[in-house]
């Protein structure tokens, strides 16, 4: 009989959590599942642009209420003595949604709202194969002018063409090697007018961005410009210049 009363006053007074804890878990947990998911549904082509980002935000919305709800749960637990594990799992949930959500947009508000990028804004490349593949895309191949070029020069000064001691048509083989190391999809290799085009893809959301490459002889060698373009979005939060960076710098080390 003593055996039973221990055991049945264990098994009701085990601590339980809180339903407010239990409530940020839950938000917590489908909240980062739409942060997940979000990506690949737009990759897949099951939902819009417009829509992923309404997942994405919405997803926001719910880890700032489940974080809300863990705060109040820990405070709960601390007093009940009971439940704080459930209350520091769901505020680990809402903050894996909203630490990287957060950085996207801090680093977003250091770039300007800019999505065409090249070494050359008074005479960018222009895209001539690929302008099939973006019939319907939201922004135009057209450069943007002026204003473009004058936020690109003040947030990338970098950004500038590449000199190489090599002959055209050495430089050309080995901009088209570097487009190939950098697994873009090719468009097109155009040796005799210097072009080459390709089209990267972006892992998560799928966003396509077209790329393309000019090379010109220049006294003692030759000029390789680069011009990276989205499709869609009025920000890349810096995507095209570290993708020019990132194939120059491929080019410079001769891969």
């Not at 809180?18 to 082509?45: C, E, F, K, M």
Request: glycine content about 10%; proline content about 6%.
């Amino acid at each position: 009989m003593g055996k039973y009363n221990v055991g049945r006053s264990r098994r009701y007074d085990e601590p339980k959590a809180s339903g407010v804890s239990r409530l940020a878990a839950a938000l917590g947990t489908v909240s980062l599942l739409a942060l997940i998911v979000a990506g690949p549904l737009h990759h897949l082509g099951f939902i819009g642009l417009t829509g992923a980002f309404a997942v994405l935000k919405w997803a926001l919305y719910g880890a700032l209420a489940a974080c809300l709800l863990a705060l109040g749960g820990m405070v709960g637990a601390a007093r009940r003595r009971a439940g704080m594990s459930t209350a520091v799992t769901a505020l680990v949930l809402s903050l894996a949604v909203i630490v990287p959500i957060g950085a996207l947009a801090w680093k977003g508000s250091r770039v300007p709202a800019i999505h065409d990028i090249t070494t050359d804004p008074i005479n960018p490349p222009p895209f001539v194969a690929a302008l099939r593949l973006r019939e319907g895309a939201l922004n135009p191949a057209e450069y943007g002018g002026p204003d473009v070029a004058a936020k690109q020069r003040a947030a990338y000064p970098d950004i500038v063409p590449l000199t190489l001691n090599l002959p055209p048509a050495r430089a050309f083989d080995r901009a088209l090697a570097a487009v190939r190391t950098m697994g873009w999809d090719l468009v097109a290799s155009d040796p005799a007018g210097g072009r080459i085009e390709a089209t990267d893809t972006t892992f998560w959301f799928g966003f396509k961005d077209d790329v393309v490459v000019r090379v010109q002889p220049q006294e003692n060698g030759s000029r390789v410009d680069v011009r990276s373009l989205s499709r869609v979005g009025g920000g890349d939060i810096g995507a095209n210049a570290a993708r020019v960076r990132k194939y120059l710098a491929a080019l410079k080390a001769g891969s």
